[in-house]
């Protein structure tokens, strides 16, 4: 699931003519595309993995792209005096990432452990158990999702294992 904000990446090789692994004649120079136009404000960055051929293409999508957008990178090289460019990345920023929730720090005092979500969330006790919590803003953000442990429909609390502890309050 790529989302507006994420880093994205890719990994592509270059080849001469004759299909075998080459080196480019300079480095290769990367654009990002939404919804099939250039986004010259989004700068790609390539780099060799240090085996013939092999590259990294990298760029952060703005965060305020919505959901939905579609997302290419196009690499233009030069291989043996050859020039060639390929799209070698392409998504659609995710449409859904579920049920979404802001916390609520005047209901629970939030812990990593324990915190309430705002008043959307369901108020059916153990509704969300097993469900996963992923932040896309804050403190947390970037963080693997954790599933919910237990969850109080009357104050809207979800509570996480031990093990599943979020690294930093929210």
Not at 36 to 57: E, M, P
């Amino acid at each position: 699931m790529i989302i507006p904000g994420d880093t994205i990446t890719a990994l592509f090789t270059l080849r001469t003519a004759a299909s075998v692994l080459s080196d480019a004649d300079a480095l290769p120079t990367g654009s990002v595309y939404r919804n099939g136009t250039l986004d010259g404000a989004v700068t790609v960055t390539i780099t060799s993995t240090g085996t013939t051929g092999h590259y990294k293409a990298a760029a952060t999508l703005p965060a305020t792209w919505a959901r939905g957008d579609v997302v290419q990178i196009l690499i233009n090289a030069m291989v043996a005096s050859n020039t060639d460019a390929e799209y070698v990345f392409g998504v659609v920023l995710s449409e859904s990432l579920g049920l979404e929730f802001t916390v609520d720090t005047a209901t629970v005092t939030p812990t990593t452990t324990t915190f309430a979500l705002d008043s959307g969330a369901p108020s059916t006790d153990t509704v969300m158990v097993g469900g996963y919590v992923v932040f896309l803003t804050g403190v947390n953000a970037g963080m693997p999702p954790q599933p919910i442990a237990t969850y109080t429909g009357a104050t809207r609390s979800c509570t996480f294992a031990a093990a599943n502890a979020w690294p930093t309050a929210p």
